[in-house]
């Protein structure tokens, strides 16, 4: 989008699957978090500070990173939109929990709607189905939608077909999948369960680039 770079919810360091990728080559334009846990701020603070990223977060997540020393954050809360110039960012609801590697609250989790001339996306983070995604297709036409479906902590791929179904999305890339034995998916099912009902899911490797 214009030239601009936007990581979500940065889990590298500690993730096996992502051993190949070297944090300190990300230097993204933007860094947009869903929620608290570890899996998804393990390398917020070394990112932002080494590029500079403007972070966008709920409020709680905002304080606490300037706590860590990140200083160039957005708090956000659920309903509020950001204006990026080439972009404008809602942060909409997820239900799901969150909370700081410590334990302690960490806000309302999230995803993120992301409009832009080039592209409309609909990230969902860390979320059960829930009937909210039917207002979605009221606020934007989505091209594509980033949706977990790992199951166990989050929705499985069944309901994350319904998700689609209900945000009226062709093409979806699946996330939060494999990372631990309890998300790990069958691939083959997965697919052929979207295929059967005429949507296109993608269920990208680490690191692998995808044209949309």
Known sequence: MQGKSIIFDPF????????????????PDYLLITHGHYDHIADAVQIAQNSGCLVIACFEIHEWLQRQGVGNTLGMNIGGTADLGFAKVRMIPAVHSSSFP?????????????????????????????????????????????????????MDYRDALRCAEMIRCEQIIGMHFDTFEPISIDHKAALEHFSAAGRKLYLPKVGEHLNI
Do not use: Q, V, W
């Open 12 to 27: 590298i360091t500690p993730n096996p699957l992502a051993a190949g990728i070297d944090i300190n080559s990300l230097k």
């Open 102 to 154: 410590d334990g302690s609250y960490a806000g309302h989790a999230a995803g993120f709607l992301i409009n832009s001339p080039e592209l409309n996306l609909y990230y969902s983070g860390d979320t059960d189905l829930t009937r909210d995604m039917e207002l979605i297709p009221d606020i934007c036409s989505l091209d594509a939608a980033c949706i977990c479906l790992g199951g166990h902590f989050t």
